[in-house]
């Protein structure tokens, strides 16, 4: 097995204030970790590319782009630090070339696993993606990475059925609100509710399966939900390909949210979503970066996430 890891030091130097959370030294701190796992000889570490517009453009409105690069156009003109697009979600110089490397890395681990050059990949990348509504960038996100790699795989390579899952401890609005109704793409997740982004938890929409569930809630009862609805629903859908919004910000360390989850839950998920890759999917999953503040329990995360993944024991 070869499991590949994209990124590029780019996404390393789109920053929002000191104070933010989302920080560029989540990035240093997966790299470190990564390092000191000494699982390199499994891996296979690849520059993220720039996305192509067209890519982002299968999830995204035109005006949505041009507000990221437009504002990053006019910062670096007018020598300023800072531009707000909402109370949480700041562009710098450095943004615009972020989010392409970002979606970039996205869309190039979907070609290179689709073409049998590794078998999976995880993209340690920022900004992340799944706030970003097709018509709004919001909540740390720029693009929804994980939806142009899915539109990707849907239009550029033809598949005929992918899945989404998403781990990450706030909901995945933005790549809702891309595929909703959209009976190729199934997506599964649990997040924190009541709690950021606050929208409404859907009823009855076939090919969503968001589980709400209460602060406080533990890996063992995540582990009973991912039983018993998403994997039903997974072998129902039977997903040429599966992509993983991978956020880490449901561990029990993490702050941003009141989750129990630890690494070893972390790992669990992902040879869940390994199973179903191999029954249905040949194996090929993308996972791309999401949240995770808590920079050990982060780095932690990801490696189990990634030895899961690589399958290292
Ligand atoms: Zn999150």
Known sequence: MTTAIYSHPDCKRHEMGSWHPESPARLQAIEDQLLAS??????????????????????????????????????????????????????????????????????????????????????????????????????????????????????????????????????????????????RVLMVSFFQHPFYPYTEVLESVTNMVNVPVPAYTKGDTVRELVSEKWLPALHAHQPEMIFISAGFDAHREDDIGQLGLIEADYAWMTQQIMGI?????????????????????????????????????
């Open 38 to 183: 000494r699982i390199a000889d499994f891996l296979e570490y690849r520059d993220a590319p720039e996305a192509d517009v067209v890519d982002i453009a299968r999830v995204h409105t035109p005006a949505t782009i041009a507000r990221v690069r437009e504002n990053v156009e006019s910062l670096e003109r007018n020598g300023t630090a800072y531009y707000p697009l909402d109370g949480d979600t700041m562009l710098n110089p450095f943004s615009w070339k972020a989010a392409l490397r970002a979606a970039g890395a996205a869309v190039a681990a979907t070609d290179a696993v689709i073409a049998g050059e590794v078998n999976n990949a995880f993209c340690s990348i920022r900004p992340p993606g799944h706030h970003a509504r097709p018509s709004e960038s919001m909540g740390f996100c720029l693009f929804d990475n994980v939806a142009i790699a899915a539109k990707r795989a849907l239009e550029v390579h033809g598949l005929k059925r992918v899945a989404i899952v998403d781990f990450d401890v706030h909901h995945g609005n933005g790549t809702e609100e891309a595929f909703l109704n959209e009976p």
């Open 277 to 313: 890759a191999k029954q249905y999917a040949q194996g090929r999953i993308v996972s791309c970066l999401e949240g995770g503040y808590n920079l050990s329990a982060l780095a932690r995360s990801v490696v189990a996430h990634v030895k899961a993944l690589a399958e290292i024991d």
